[in-house]
């Protein structure tokens, strides 16, 4: 181990283990200010910041909210009252009418003109089925977030072929949120289970401990942290892929990896990790971009990694606006529907 990654490992521990009691206990106060509903945000002083959508299929509700790097609060921004599909359970299937469960980037916006009218004033598609869905033999396709014909459609609840169906004014308010190919949005059957502090810390020391690994050269360690059945994104098994790392590490007299602006989101059988990625081989490889690490969490616990990819378009937080977010409060057909619920049930 180099000087310098000593010194990364020793410090990243530290931080971690400093900050992992005050994160989990701010992880917890903002899941729970998802669960009770509450409409008020306080952002801090940050101009932008990373933004996901959670979709809690049990309250039929999806919550924008924001997710800072470990230790940070996250800041629950508005909520929205949804539908989903007419069938229960995790999507398997083309036409099985469920809506699917899991870790997903929304894609390019579909102008709703070009939609049939159930769709509303536009749809955006997320990347059903991701690789995971993919490996474990899931089908189907067109899964959306979208607007309705008419409003009173989401009042029925269970009535999509398995996408995520929001009021027109909600999801067009939506879109100058989410953005293509960069903004996650979770699924799950209860939102209790998405982003449990303890898997977010594993998952993030998982990380730095990979990057350590590769910045060290470490081709045995590096292979490690892999899933025995891994497959790269040019279909080689782990021991090809474990040979052509060798190699690649070997050509270098200098080589440094940093990552930068991490976050992990987790479910109840996987986590994504998303990251900027510097990478430098001597004078002559410097590339910088995202980073997306799939992990598989095992039977008889722990974190493997399961699929990895890049793409030279950073990670790009979104502007925090206040202006906007007040707005959307306001206008917003949930804001009132929501509230009714809520005072209901006292």
């Given amino acids: 181990m180099t000087l310098r990654s000593f010194f990364r490992t020793t410090l990243g521990t530290l931080a971690l283990s400093m900050t992992m009691a005050n994160s989990f206990a701010t992880l917890a106060k903002a899941s729970s200010a998802t669960e009770e509903g509450e409409g008020e945000v306080s952002l801090k002083d940050k101009s932008s910041e990373m933004v996901f ?16 790097e470990l230790g940070e609060k996250a800041e629950k921004l508005v909520s929205f009252r949804i539908a ?25 916006l579909i102008d709703g003109r070009t939609l049939p009218a159930k769709y509303g004033p536009l749809a955006i598609p997320i990347d059903f089925p991701n690789p995971l869905d993919k490996f474990l033999g ?15 459609r ?20 939506l879109a100058q949120w989410l953005t293509p190919l960069q903004s996650i949005i979770v699924i799950a059957k209860d939102a209790s289970q998405v982003n449990r502090q303890e898997d977010v810390a594993a998952v993030t020391k998982l990380v730095y401990d990979w990057t350590d690994a590769w910045n060290a050269r470490n081709v045995d360690r590096y292979i490690d ?14 021991k090809a892929y474990k040979k052509y790392k060798a ?15 991490v976050r992990v989101f987790t ?17 002559r490889f410097h590339v910088k971009g995202r980073k997306v690490l799939y992990w598989q969490r095992l039977d008889r616990g722990g974190w493997k990694l399961f699929h990895e990819e890049f793409d030279p378009n950073p990670v790009r937080f979104t502007n925090l606006s206040r202006d906007k977010i007040a707005q959307i ?10 509230q009714e619920s809520r005072e209901s049930k006292l």
Wanted: hydrophobic content about 35%; proline content about 3%; overall charge neutral.
């Fill in 329 to 338: 409060l306001k206008t917003s057909p949930s804001t009132k529907v929501l």
């Fill in 53 to 68: 959508l959670l979709v809690d299929k049990k309250s039929l509700k999806a919550d924008l909210l924001t997710w800072p």
């Fill in 267 to 283: 479910h109840d059988r996987y986590a994504v990790a998303i990251m900027n990625q510097d990478f430098q081989g001597d004078d």
């Fill in 84 to 108: 989903i599909g007419k069938e229960n359970g995790d999507k398997q299937k083309s036409g099985d009418n469920k809506t699917p469960e899991g870790i997903y980037f929304a894609k390019s």
């Fill in 138 to 152: 899931k089908t189907g396709y067109g899964i959306w977030l979208h607007g309705v014909e008419q409003d009173s």
């Fill in 225 to 238: 942290f892999f899933i025995p059945n891994f497959r790269s994104t040019d279909n080689k098994n782990l």
């Fill in 154 to 173: 989401i009042d029925a609840a269970n009535v999509t072929e398995g996408c995520v169906a929001f009021y027109n004014a909600d999801i067009k308010a």
């Fill in 247 to 261: 190699r690649v590490f070997a050509s270098y007299d200098y080589m440094s990896v940093q990552m930068k602006d």
